[in-house]
């Protein structure tokens, strides 16, 4: 783990700074495409891939667990030509069930990167992403201690499509609503798909 961290700290250092010093400059330029960062929140749901993930969902559902579902994102993005954006963020989907003292919170993390396109249609844009990630597990059911599961590093993808509402400002603060599908493997053939909705708020 300290490795990946290593290597995730080595690779997204020298491009935030980049894409620092390249807000400056496009602010100083008066560019019409800016760099910028970017904070998200949202809502959706899991669908689990393990046997025995589910089976306990299975449990818990029957038992009355209440559970809310929050994720949230922190990433930049650097426009690379017209149209096309490079952008790279760190997310987290968390997904807790409780009841009484007993409970079971499942935090799903990755580190995302890809390519976002703009096809000129308003504010609308399309992204697809590799995201490096796993998910990791504190369960205390049934009066046992609690547990703390985690699944191995995996590579999956996600789609997202989101709409930029003033699409049009150059800088400044921007409101963007999308929803996006990420697919991400848990080790054993088993894959966790999350689908969810999302507001972010653009720095640029």
Not at 51 to 60: G, H, N
Not at 86 to 112: P, Q, R, T
């Amino acid at each position: 783990m300290k490795k990946i961290l290593a290597a995730a700290l080595l690779i997204l250092a020298p491009v935030y700074l980049f894409a620092a010093t390249a807000v400056n400059a496009k602010k100083n330029s008066g560019s019409k495409k800016s760099s910028g960062i970017e904070f998200g929140i949202g809502s959706g749901y899991v669908f689990y891939g393990d046997s025995e993930t589910k089976d306990l969902i299975s449990d818990m559902n029957s038992l009355d667990f209440s559970r809310f579902i929050i994720g949230g994102d922190l990433g930049f993005f650097v426009p690379l030509a017209d149209y096309v954006t490079f952008v790279a963020e760190a997310e987290i989907m968390n997904d807790l069930f409780w009841k009484g003292s007993d409970h079971c919170y499942f935090l799903d993390y990755s580190f995302n990167s890809g390519i976002k396109l703009t096809p000129g249609l308003g504010g609308l844009g399309l992204t697809v992403d590799y995201c490096l990630g796993r998910r990791t597990s504190f369960i205390k059911f049934e009066d046992n201690e609690t547990t703390t599961k985690s699944t191995k590093w995996g590579n999956g993808f996600k789609f997202a499509v989101d709409y930029d509402i003033l699409y049009e400002k150059t800088h400044g603060v921007c409101p963007v609503i999308g929803a996006y599908w990420r697919r991400m493997p848990r080790g054993n053939d088993d894959f966790d798909n999350t689908i969810s909705i999302y507001l972010k708020l653009l720095f640029r």
